[in-house]
């Protein structure tokens, strides 16, 4: 083999994957086929249960330090502030839940910091463009060398080759009559502390949102034409009615369609799917990159095992067509800017299989103080941990969530799992005072 795992596509998804491998010592190669780092900010907001993944993976400081939590909403008529809103008021960081709201921060710099923690660079301008599988490996040709891999995770976003080359359907449909200009300007006229609204009528929307850490706004407009400078000034121009907000370029434009749509199937022998080319959606309530970002935290550490591969899937597509229905129903509902509800923010998902009050197998583990520490920094690191808590014992997954409670709960999930428990390490936490 050239490498365990051969990653097709550098967005958060694949380098995410990329990180988690990288700290088990698992041989990987992340190829894409651009021929640099995307510039633009596809997605803006991460979720607190990402920041969770971000803290385990060693790298929350950088994502912190990139983005902020308190932008207010505001709407105008004009010149005249119509209304300002907070989407997360009243959410604020408890020991169990340090991040409590959506941080917004552009794509490029999120996908920059989990490059500069790799040990080893992205291949870029490296395209897959063919790959064949048998029982003990992938043989894939990349750019024009020719890769065997044990196992391929396409990364490769709504387009996917590999989703194609597998011959999966992508199920769902198209909205053409939800179409939207996006793209990174710079104008001047506006403050960055506000994201700015205009447009009491769907066809007369804009919206300019700061990007954090940039001199830049995120530009978002109704409309289904082809995008240029010309048309997005002409927009600003008009639909704010001011002279002295002028846009003076962009840097990245695009008109996105809305796609809702996901495949049935999350992997075929070696080869999985994770990220937008697994599922996409609307963009309503910053749901997609951190999705992708959780699928790769799920899959790592079961490709680093080998064991327990089958029950990604089963894990993540019921996520995926959850995800699917509520980033609708948010766009539909014809206020997609409104107060948001806990599931958005990602921490109430959960893999249980049987219903009940408290904490069961397969929800997220709490943070928490100890007298040994903070629980996300005793569970920190690629192994599975028991923390010894005075009324009994939880074993926690890689990925924090629970895998099991209870002394004989525990023996028995290591007895069907037995490659688990040489990744294994015991915490005694007794909770503090």
């Known amino acids: 083999m050239d490498t365990q795992v051969l990653i097709i596509g550098a967005g958060p998804t694949g380098l995410t994957l990329a990180l988690d491998l990288s700290r088990r010592g698992v041989p990987f190669r992340i190829v894409d086929a651009a021929p640099a780092p995307f510039a633009g900010s596809r997605g803006k907001g991460l979720q607190p249960r990402s920041m969770e993944v971000f803290h385990d993976l060693g790298v929350i400081e950088p994502v912190l330090a990139s983005g902020r939590f308190d932008i207010t909403m505001r709407a105008y008529q004009g010149r005249e502030v119509l209304r300002e809103w907070d989407v997360h008021e009243g959410r604020h960081p408890t020991a169990e839940r340090p991040y409590a709201r959506t941080m917004l921060i552009p794509q490029f710099r999120v996908e920059q910091v989990l490059r500069d923690a790799l040990p080893q660079p992205v ?9 064949t599988q048998d029982d003990s490996g992938v043989t894939a040709v990349i750019g024009s060398e020719t890769v065997r891999a044990k196992y391929l995770v396409g990364c490769d976003g709504g387009k996917s080759f590999v989703r194609k080359e597998l011959g999966l359907s992508f199920v769902g449909e198209t909205h053409e009559d939800l179409r939207m200009l996006i793209g990174d300007v710079r104008i001047s006229g506006l ?15 804009l919206a300019l949102c700061p990007l954090p850490g940039t001199d830049l706004f995120q530009f978002q407009a109704t409309g289904d034409s082809e995008p240029s400078l010309a048309l997005y000034q002409q927009i600003v121009r008009e639909r704010t009615g001011l002279d002295d907000v002028i846009l ?23 080869v999985f799917l994770a990220g937008d080319a697994a599922h996409v959606h609307s963009p309503a ?4 990159m951190n999705t992708g970002i959780q699928d790769a935290y799920n899959l790592g550490w079961k490709l680093a095992m080998e064991t327990l591969l089958d029950t990604y899937e089963a894990e993540r597509k019921p996520v995926a067509e959850w995800l699917l229905g509520m980033t609708t129903a948010i766009m539909m509902s014809g206020n997609p800017f409104e107060r948001r509800g806990d599931e958005t923010l990602q921490l109430s998902l959960s893999y249980r299989t049987e219903d009940g009050p408290g904490l069961l197998a397969g929800d997220r583990m709490p943070d928490g103080i100890t007298d040994q520490g903070r629980v996300f920094d005793l569970l920190a690191g690629p192994d599975f941990v028991t923390l010894d808590f005075p009324d009994g014992p939880v074993l926690v997954r890689p990925d924090g969530y629970v895998a099991a409670i209870g002394r004989s709960a525990i023996d028995a999930y290591f007895s069907a799992n037995p490659v688990t428990q040489l990744h294994h390490r015991r915490v005694a936490a007794r909770t503090a005072a």
């Open 123 to 131: 291949e870029y301008g490296m395209p897959l463009t063919s790959f």
């Open 191 to 205: 403050d960055r502390e506000h994201w700015h609204s205009w447009g009491s009528r769907a066809d007369q929307w």
């Open 248 to 270: 003076h370029d962009a840097t990245w434009m695009s008109l996105y369609r809305t796609n809702i749509r996901m495949v049935d199937r999350f992997r075929v022998g070696r």
């Open 285 to 288: 309530g910053a749901q997609g």
